[in-house]
């Protein structure tokens, strides 16, 4: 990104990292470019677009079929989520564990033993 210096005319440059590229995507849509470079940016950085967006849908229609199918992935989808979200409050709240019994150990009781002794 090439910037003009007041005055000057010389061209300095800037350096833009892609943590501060993602932020700014992150944030809303980029007002100096065009979808499509948006949209390859997002695609080259790894840049979900912002929660508050709306999902683009296809410019094309469906055949009835299509829709069907679409339909289907679509509660697929939805189902697994709330799969996923029961799992996520099992395991947050776990049962108490048992502790395991006490092994009987030779050289726990020799030690144990020998203690005594010195008592």
Not at 29 to 35: D, G, H, I, Q, V
Not at 54 to 79: F, G, N, P, V, Y
Not at 92 to 108: E, G
Request: glycine share 4%; charged share 30%; no cysteine.
């Amino acid at each position: 990104m090439d910037t003009k210096r007041k005055g000057t005319g010389q061209a300095a440059s800037s350096v833009v990292t892609e943590e501060a590229a993602q932020a700014v995507l992150r944030r809303g849509p980029a007002r100096e470019l065009s979808s499509a470079e948006e949209q390859v940016m997002r695609m080259r950085l790894g840049a979900a677009p912002p929660r508050t967006s709306e999902l683009e849908w296809t410019e094309r229609d469906l055949s009835e079929d299509q829709q069907i199918e679409l339909q289907a992935m679509q509660i697929e989808a939805w189902m697994k989520w709330k799969q996923h979200l029961a799992a996520q409050r099992t395991t947050r709240v776990a049962p108490a564990r048992t502790l395991p019994a006490p092994q009987p150990s030779r050289a726990k009781e020799k030690i144990v033993r020998a203690l005594r002794k010195k008592a």
